[in-house]
C-alpha cells in the first residue's frame, strides 16, 4: 500500500491539474480572468506528462539503455518555468489597469534576461535551471503581494466568496513563497554530491504538494466564479 501511495503522490504533477480542469469542465465560468489560467492548466498538463513519462522511462529503464544513456525532462520544467509566468502576467493584467504595465514589462525582461542568461553562461537548457525557476517564483510573488496589498486598501474590499481570483491568488502565494527558496537551491543540492541529490528529491515532495494546493485553490475559484450572484 505504501509503494502504491508512493507511485501515485510520484506523479500528482499530472492528475493534479485534473482537478481544476474537471471543474471547468462541469461549471465552465465565463469570466475574462478564466482563460490565461486555462491555457497554463492545459499547457502544464502536456508538459507534466511529458516530464513524468520521461522520469518514468529513466527510473525503471523501460528501454534497456545500455549505454547509460537516459532521456532528459530538465528543458521541459525549464519551459514551464516560462510558460507559468507569461500565463499568470496575462491573468494578472486581468485584474486592473493597475497591473496593465507591470505585467507587460516584466515577462520581456524575464525573457531577455532568460536569453542572455543561457547565451553568455554556458548553461545547457537541457539542465534545470535554479536561477530561472527562482527568479520565475519571485517575479509571481511581487504580482501575488501587489494584488493583495491593493485588494485590502480598496475601498471595497473583496473577499473569498466575492471575488474568486483571491483563490489563484492565494494559492500562488503559498506556492511561490515556499518554492522559491527550493528552486533556489536545488541546483546545487542536485550536482552537489550524492547525499544532497537524494535530499533535493525529498525536498521536490514539498513543491508537489503545494502544486496540489495551488490546483487546488484555483479549481474553488473556478467554482465560485460559477455559482457567485
Known sequence: MAELLRKIFDWSEVWALFIPLTVLLIYKPKSIWVVPVKWYLIIALTLNICIDFIWYVNMYDLFDSRKGDRWNNNIFYNFQSIVRLFFFSWFFSTQGKQFKQITRIIPVIFLTGTFIFFALSGKSIFIISSYLMATEAGFLLIYCLWFTNKTIRDDKPAFYTTHPPLWVVGGLTL???????????????????????????????IHNILFILLCTSIAIAFYNERTRK
Do not use: C, G, P, R
Not at 184 to 203: D, G, I, R, T
Open 175 to 205: 506556492y511561490t513563497a515556499v518554492n522559491f527558496f527550493i528552486f533556489l537551491f536545488y541546483n546545487y543540492l542536485m550536482y552537489h554530491s550524492q547525499k544532497l541529490k537524494e535530499y533535493a528529491a525529498s525536498v521536490w515532495d
